[in-house]
């Protein structure tokens, strides 16, 4: 079963403004992560932020974590055409044998 | 980093026919490994869990049967659509992680999917 849900589904910018993505889910989480889907291809990972975290960043990118209200953010600042890409949240329950599971996705498109 | 393969990365097959899937962990041991499921526009779905030398733990709704999961080795687990149809068609996507040794645990390997088509 699903656990997170992105909002928005879809998103469209222009480059160059900053993409924001965010994501619910329902249960306690050990760690929360983003990933990036080009269309028909796998999956790449992008930032994992822990429970006991708010914020991380990485390059053009910045994580967010509320664990009190179970949700995250990615924000993709300066946004590029080849930002286009599914972009999914998926969490962890609690390390070990654990699935990610993943949530519903954003679709961003960035446009030139 | 630790990378994941898959092979093979297209498939067709007739209806009725059984597919094979391999997914192999190149550079790292994975005591786990999960396989998900990806239909055009939707979110990958996680179809079972399979850890190296015991049986697959399969989620709600998915036959185990039909999709049979063999995990005979730390760096090879194979996926196999018996009697597949055309519902079948799907981007399937495996995924490993890495275990013991005291390595980090939180990072599952995904390796790069393969697309089924079934006629």
């Known amino acids: 079963s699903q656990q997170g849900e992105e909002d928005p589904q879809a998103l469209s910018i222009q480059e160059g403004e900053n993409a924001t993505m965010n994501c619910s889910y329902k249960?306690?989480?050990?760690?929360l992560q983003w990933y990036r889907q080009n269309s028909g291809r796998g999956l790449v990972h992008l930032i994992l932020i822990r429970s006991n975290e708010r914020e991380k960043h990485s390059g053009r990118l910045r994580v967010t974590l509320d664990t009190s209200k179970k949700s995250s953010s990615l924000l993709i600042t300066a946004s590029r055409a080849a930002d286009t890409a599914s972009y999914f949240c998926a969490t962890v329950f609690y390390s070990g044998n654990t699935p990610l599971v993943f949530g519903k996705g954003t679709r961003l498109s960035v446009i030139a | 980093g630790a990378v994941v393969s898959q092979h093979p990365s297209r498939v067709i097959c007739k209806s009725g026919t059984s597919v094979k899937i391999e997914c192999r962990s190149l550079?790292?041991?994975?005591?786990?490994m999960f396989w998900y499921r990806q239909f055009p526009k939707q979110s990958l779905m996680l179809m079972a869990t399979s850890n190296e030398g015991s049986k697959a733990t399969y989620e709600q709704g998915v036959e185990k049967d039909k999709f049979l999961i063999n995990h005979a080795s730390l760096t090879l687990s194979t996926l196999t659509v018996t009697s597949a149809h055309p519902e079948d068609s799907s981007f399937y996507i495996c995924s490993a992680r890495e275990g013991g040794g005291g390595r980090n645990t939180d990072t599952q390997y995904f390796g790069p999917g393969t697309r089924l088509t079934v006629l």
């Open positions: 550079d790292f041991q994975a005591t786990t």
């Open positions: 249960t306690s989480i050990n760690n």
